[in-house]
């Protein structure tokens, strides 16, 4: 069973379109990530939502709205996508806080997003 | 400064061989180190957490130095299988699980 899950896999569009990247985890975690990794590799946190609320806003362009409809859900919008946009989007998730806290976060595959 | 700033490479090194890698990061309040493995377009991986004591993982052995801010991984006998972009990663600790990435460093193991 894959722990954390990211749809689409490759997502190519045109600017000014807007689109979503959804993902899911099963590992029972209370926290969710998005991070982007852009063409020079750096991987950049996004936001953070645990058990539903924000807890990290990067600077991120407000075209960026995530939504964590459950804990086990993180979804992230984009409006008016720009080529600057374009990078490898990735959700991850961890235990933040009680008993059971891991610090590791896991990764899902990644999105690459391609504007055009 | 980056916060967490790393050599990006590559280093090329015959199988067998012994390479380490070293990183440093800005932040004195970070509280939690990390080592992270990215092959080509995958997702990143835990490795393996750094401690203050030092840590082993079979071929692995991770270093922290706290006074100089200073991290480092050090890999023996080299195995094709461990080419991949070897990631530092720092935790403040306060910020909600926030995670600061190196650049990475990219290895490339030889026959």
């Known amino acids: 069973d894959t722990a954390v899950s990211q749809t689409p896999k490759y997502l190519v569009t045109q600017m000014g379109n807007d689109k979503s990247i959804k993902c899911e985890q099963n590992l029972g975690h209370d926290t969710m990530y998005w991070y982007k990794q852009d063409s020079k590799k750096f991987l950049k946190i996004m936001f953070s939502?645990?058990?539903?609320?924000?807890?990290i806003n990067e600077t991120v362009p407000n075209r960026f709205s995530p939504k964590s409809p459950d804990k086990a859900h993180l979804n992230l919008h984009i409006n008016s996508l720009e080529l600057g946009d374009s990078a490898v989007y990735f959700c991850?998730?961890?235990?933040?806080?009680?008993?059971?806290?891991?610090?590791?976060?896991?990764f899902g595959p990644g999105t690459r997003l391609t504007v055009l | 400064r980056k916060e967490v700033e790393q050599d990006p490479g590559p280093f090329n090194v015959p199988e067998g061989a012994t390479v380490a890698f070293n990183c440093t990061y800005s932040?004195?309040?970070?509280?939690?180190f990390f080592w992270y493995r990215q092959d080509c377009r995958k997702e990143p991986k835990l490795l393996m957490s750094v401690y203050s004591s030092g840590n082993e993982d079979g071929r692995f052995t991770a270093q922290l130095n706290r006074a100089s801010q200073y991290i480092s991984l050090l890999i023996r006998d080299s195995k094709l299988s461990d080419s991949a972009t070897y990631l530092c990663?720092?935790?403040?600790?306060?910020?909600?699980?926030?995670?600061?990435f190196g650049q990475g460093t990219e290895l490339s193991v030889k026959p």
């Open positions: 991850a998730s961890s235990q933040l806080y009680g008993r059971s806290q891991v610090h590791e976060q896991f």
């Open positions: 990663v720092v935790n403040k600790g306060n910020q909600g699980g926030k995670l600061i």
């Open positions: 939502y645990n058990n539903k609320e924000l807890i």
């Open positions: 932040n004195s309040a970070s509280q939690s």
